[in-house]
């Protein structure tokens, strides 16, 4: 029997990453429930939104995912994506990564693995690029309107 390898023990790891570094009253869960709630009916899946938070839980300082600067960190998710979508590539969080907290675990194989794009199809394929950046306006309208009303 083969079993595909699954990273879901990893991210649990890594959204607790915070709380287990001293970092109460972390924003990063309630930024991604923010984006949870307005991806819906977009062309973004969820885990966009959540390799881009694991992204940045490893670039930002902890403490400043504290709760005082979810606004702040809710514009940092927007411009890492932006930027992505400009560059056609967001890289998969686990594999090939160096930032990786040392204290998750993984196979040897995913750390020495080449990064993988994410965003490949969007290299590939013109039409979907454009796609890509009309639902990301849409995207950064609706959180406008949610954090308005």
């Known amino acids: 029997t083969t079993w595909p390898q699954s990273c879901a023990?990893?991210?649990?790891?890594?959204?607790?990453?915070?709380?287990?570094?001293?970092?109460?009253?972390?924003?990063?869960?309630?930024?991604?429930?923010?984006?949870?709630?307005?991806?819906v009916g977009t062309g973004f899946p969820t885990y966009v939104i959540k390799?881009?938070?694991?992204?940045?839980?490893?670039?930002?300082?902890?403490e400043n995912w504290h709760r005082r600067f979810c606004l702040y960190r809710l514009?940092?998710?927007?411009?890492y994506l932006r930027s992505c979508l400009e560059e056609k590539c967001l890289n998969h969080y686990f594999l090939g990564n160096k930032m990786?907290?040392?204290d998750i675990v993984l196979p040897q194989a995913f750390r020495s693995a080449s990064p993988l794009n994410l965003f490949q199809h969007l290299?590939?394929?013109?039409?979907?690029?454009?796609?890509?950046?009309?639902?990301?306006?849409?995207l950064r309208?609706?959180?406008?309107?949610?954090l308005i009303f």
């Open 9 to 39: 023990v990893a991210e649990k790891k890594l959204f607790e990453y915070p709380a287990r570094n001293a970092m109460q009253n972390s924003s990063h869960q309630n930024c991604l429930h923010i984006f949870s709630r307005i991806l």
């Open 75 to 79: 514009d940092d998710i927007l411009s």
């Open 51 to 62: 390799t881009v938070v694991m992204h940045l839980l490893t670039t930002i300082p902890l």
């Open 100 to 102: 990786v907290p040392d």
């Open 141 to 146: 309208e609706r959180l406008k309107i949610f």
């Open 123 to 138: 290299e590939q394929d013109p039409n979907a690029h454009s796609q890509a950046l009309k639902e990301f306006r849409e």
